[in-house]
């Protein structure tokens, strides 16, 4: 392996797991904390990555841009839980809904711009504005082209974690918290459950189009195709971080959520990179992987319980 | 066990890490293909056929490497840095792929040379400054069909003022490939009935809807719909009046009365010789874009006359066509 064979080996994967976090987290919002199946995200991924090359197209400021997305996620989320809050649609209907109606405002942005939301290379992003921050600092063009992403987004990261910590711990956050592990107690207990919802549920989509612009402003592309399988890449990299790291505590399970993307990547590199005829048989070796590094821990825990039984028994035995 | 297993793991990678370093010389040449579309799979086959006809056999001279994301774009983008990072030229088939390979050789500043094939259009894609000279380390091949000189071909037909456009509204080429017919047909004084679908479940409604006055239904180059061409024949044998199916694609000749346009294999092998001009030294900025040589046409006999369609001769005579 060549060395920017090894750099983009192991950086490559790095900034997309660190992107995609902020996806599994709006995820694990969704389906742990508030225990709802929601996919919204399918819609609101492409709406975002097509409203933000879009906008950026017209000159608008990148971080202009991300403040409009996120606006734009609480709204979806709220109308997401709106609509199975009172018009009693089932929640994972009401999230099908809104995917299709996002998805829909996608295609007609992408067919005012006759097909095309692609950025220039040269396009003015949050991503650009650092690289030449930086190297007005005196940075090597190799390392800022691949360092700029990871530190920017890296710290976003880091301030979303840290901000969830925080917020989680409040009363309304442990309202959030406490309405999806059990609604009824929640309810005997004071808490108006359908705001926690809203509330849950605005946070969740929010999170989701931070994921979607920073990837649009990344890759320099925005198409109505990018939902496809969104859902499955965060959810596949909740249960993956679930499985592997372990999360007692709530700041523990952040940690695990934010390492199952990463975990995720990692494994589509190795594919990539080591498997030959990976172009036929990518989707199988997946799924093998998956169930590999899902299982291996299960089945590493019950050997381990069972020698602990078996000691037991000998020395129950021997007294 | 633990142990074992990771034992196992470790002896497999590095199994197959030395088996993916070759023979020193070669050079490595990376394709990346959007997804398995029967369009974009005869634009790699045909690539790999024009590399050898030009000189360069995969296995002994260069080395190739495949990789498709199946149309997922996370793992598209992530394939293209990896080739980006370890291939001496990479060829990228269809827009999603070719872009990504693109901003991926930008950011690694390995300035490698990109071939592309299946970009309806390439400088709205930003992927060249222009057609005639791309400009910097990117060429290739475009898929746009003629066609005008297809929707020329109705006036062969007599009494036809409806024409049904049918689009994936996803795809970013069909939708510009619909924007050029919407001017044609509105220059030659033709309704332009526009119907578009968001996946394969949609097409036999979306062909259902189209009203019973209308002549005749018109098709890009569009890998969803190219996919499902019998679904579109039986919705349109369905109908109680024969419609004109015309397509850009020769491939979807199967469901279309009249397919005139793009041969993907050949647009391929077209872009495999870009690539052995590249790796034989030349200059991929100076480079044009092009359109396939030629532009093939294919006319449907068979079915026209199953739903009761009479082909004039003139259609039948046209120059170069091939009718089954």
Known sequence: MSAYEIQSFFLSPLSSGLIFALLVLGVFIAYRVLDIADLSVEGVFPLVTVLSCFLILRNVNPFLVVLIVLVLGVVAGIINACLSIYLKIPPLLSGIIVMAALFALSIIIVQANKGQVNLPSDAFTVFSWFSNLMLSWGASKTWVNFLSPIIIVGVILALVMLSMYFFFGTELGLAIRAGGKNRQMAKANGINVHLTTIIGLAISSALVALAATLYAQKNLTGNPQDGQGMIVIGLSALFLGEAIIPHRSFKMHLFAVVGGSFIYWYIIQILIQFIPKSDTFLYLYKALLLVLVLAVPYLISRFKKKRAREKEREESENA | ?324
């Open chain 2, 1 to 324: 066990m633990k142990k074992t297993t990771l034992t196992l793991l470790s002896a497999l990678l590095v199994t197959t890490a030395l088996a993916s370093c070759g023979k020193t010389g070669t050079k490595k040449v990376g394709i990346l293909q959007f997804g398995s579309f029967d369009a974009l799979t005869k634009a790699k086959d045909g690539f790999v056929e024009g590399l050898s006809e030009a000189g360069f056999t995969d296995g002994s001279n260069i080395e190739i490497k495949v990789l498709n994301p199946e149309a997922d774009s996370g793992s598209n983008k992530q394939m293209a840095d990896t080739l980006a990072a370890g291939q001496d030229l990479v060829y990228g088939i269809a827009t999603p792929s070719a872009t990504a390979l693109k901003n991926s050789v930008d950011s690694t500043g390995r300035n490698i040379p990109v071939v592309f094939s299946a970009v309806t259009d390439p400088v709205g894609a930003k992927l060249v400054a222009s057609l005639e000279k791309p400009g910097a380390n990117v060429t290739g091949m475009s898929d746009l069909g003629p066609i005008e000189k297809e929707l020329d071909l109705l006036d062969l037909f007599s009494g036809i003022d409806k024409v049904a456009t049918l689009i994936t509204a996803t795809e970013s080429n069909s939708i510009y490939q619909e924007d050029i017919a919407k001017t044609v047909l509105a220059k030659k004084g033709l309704t332009e009935v526009a119907k578009s679908i968001n996946n394969a479940t949609e097409i036999s409604a979306a062909v259902t809807s189209i009203p019973s006055d209308v002549d005749a239904l018109w098709i890009p180059t569009d890998d969803t719909i190219a996919a499902n061409m019998a679904t579109i024949k039986s919705a349109v044998e369905g109908r109680t009046t024969p419609l004109i199916v015309m397509a850009c694609d020769v491939g979807m000749i199967s469901g279309s009365i009249i397919a005139m346009g793009v041969d993907y294999e050949e647009l391929g092998k077209q872009a495999g010789e870009k690539a052995a001009k590249i790796l034989n030294g030349a200059d991929p900025a100076s480079i044009p874009v092009e359109t396939a040589d030629k532009s093939v046409i294919s006319i449907n006999q068979t079915w026209a006359t199953k739903i009761g369609l009479t082909l004039p001769e003139a259609l039948l005579k046209t120059e170069g066509a091939k009718v089954i």
